[in-house]
Nanobody, 125 residues
């Protein structure tokens, strides 16, 4: 069972920045497609961003130009750099992983097999 552990959430003012981390002890981390999802209060979970094994990245329109996903395979860790944060970014952020081959719908949470416990990000106005 792959365990994913998020960290780095917290309270920040609008316009501020946070960096989330998602760490795993999984030694084959480089073979996973990784993603970030978030669940705003009272809403369904939504796609934020994903990164393929080859480093290709994908973003939801709402975070393009503000968020950056990256991975450091040597440390078995994925990151989400969040800049210019807005109150609408307030949510529980989850990291997700899959080793499936031929995944095209990276925005679909059902493509991911492993999930972290989530970390709260609160952006005050």
């Amino acid at each position: 069972q792959v365990q994913l552990v998020e960290s780095g959430g917290g309270l920040v003012q609008a316009g501020g920045s946070l960096r989330l981390s998602c760490a795993t002890s999984e030694q084959t981390f480089s073979s996973y497609i990784m993603g970030w999802f978030r669940q705003p209060p009272g809403k369904e979970r939504e796609f934020v961003t994903a990164i393929r094994r080859n480093g290709n990245t994908y973003y939801a329109d709402s975070v393009k130009g503000r968020f950056t996903i990256s991975r450091e395979n040597a440390k078995n860790t994925m990151y989400l750099q969040m800049n210019s944060l807005k109150p609408d970014d307030t949510a529980v952020y989850y990291c997700a992983a899959t080793r499936r081959i031929g995944v095209f719908a990276l925005m679909n949470e059902y493509e991911y097999d492993y999930w972290g416990q989530g970390t709260q990000v609160t952006v005050s106005s």
